[in-house]
């Protein structure tokens, strides 16, 4: 089992950046496929970001494009989202997830981390 934990949420002003981390424990995460998601109020969770076990292969939603970094240190056992250019629209809880390369849908999930943007 994966435990997964995001941290670096806040409040931020519109422009702003914020780094979120996801540290797991428990077990090693260097051959899942890493994500991030997040849910803004009245909304549906949505896909955000996510990487392959090796961190080569990135892919992010189209409004986070050019705008939001994933990355991964496997050493540390952790994810990373880069998160530059924020706007109000990015205000959300963000979580971090996590599934093995045998399965099509993610199932480690973390707590979550509050991003808010202020305009």
């Known amino acids: 089992q994966v435990q997964l934990v995001e941290s670096g949420g806040g409040l931020v002003q519109a422009g702003g950046s914020l780094r979120l981390s996801c540290a797991a424990s428990?077990?090693?995460?260097?051959?899942?496929?890493m994500g991030w998601f997040r849910q803004a109020p009245g909304k549906e969770r949505e896909f955000v970001a996510s990487?392959?076990?090796?961190?080569?292969?990135?892919y992010y939603t189209d409004s986070v494009k050019g705008r939001f970094t994933i990355s991964r240190d496997n050493a540390k056992n952790t994810v990373y989202l880069q998160m530059n250019s924020l706007k109000s629209e990015d205000t959300a809880v963000y979580y971090c997830?996590?599934?093995?390369?045998?399965?099509?849908?993610?199932?480690?999930w973390g707590q979550g981390t509050q991003v808010t943007v202020s305009s």
């Open positions: 997830a996590a599934r093995d390369g045998t399965r099509s849908e993610y199932h480690y």
């Open positions: 428990r077990r090693t995460i260097s051959n899942y496929f």
């Open positions: 990487i392959n076990w090796s961190g080569g292969n990135t």
